[in-house]
């Protein structure tokens, strides 16, 4: 997933929240969830803030895996999971953080 969602992101084919919905849509057919559905939430415009790569992640693995994402994704990023943040830290490009939320949505 995570090669998926850096390439559907470098190809500049959507958000970063969307390069992860893609992601998770190409290896879950099933899943009632696409890559459409989050085009608002890239460029921190996802709720509150939040890194939309981490937000889809989190989305997307349900309540129950969201909270570990999002702590796994926070000790990553230098303790940030908003995307101001983020990008005012240089902690971690925005490819970055896609790669990171497809891996931890993979393995959540």
């Not at 959507?14 to 849509?25: F, I, P």
């Not at 939040?50 to 230098?78: D, K, M, N, P």
Request: proline share 3%; aromatic share 4%.
């Amino acid at each position: 997933m995570k090669q998926t969602a850096s390439e559907y992101y470098s190809q500049r084919r959507g958000n970063c929240a969307q390069a992860v919905a893609h992601a998770w849509k190409t290896k879950n057919p099933a899943s009632m969830h696409d890559a459409a559905q989050f085009a608002d939430c890239g460029g921190g415009r996802a709720p509150d803030g939040v890194c939309g790569a981490l937000h889809a992640s989190c989305v997307l693995a349900g309540a129950g895996r969201a909270e570990t994402i999002r702590e796994q994704f926070a000790q990553q990023s230098g303790g940030h999971i908003a995307c101001r943040a983020i990008r005012a830290s240089k902690a971690l490009p925005c490819q970055a953080c896609v790669a990171l939320a497809a891996e931890l949505l993979d393995h959540a």
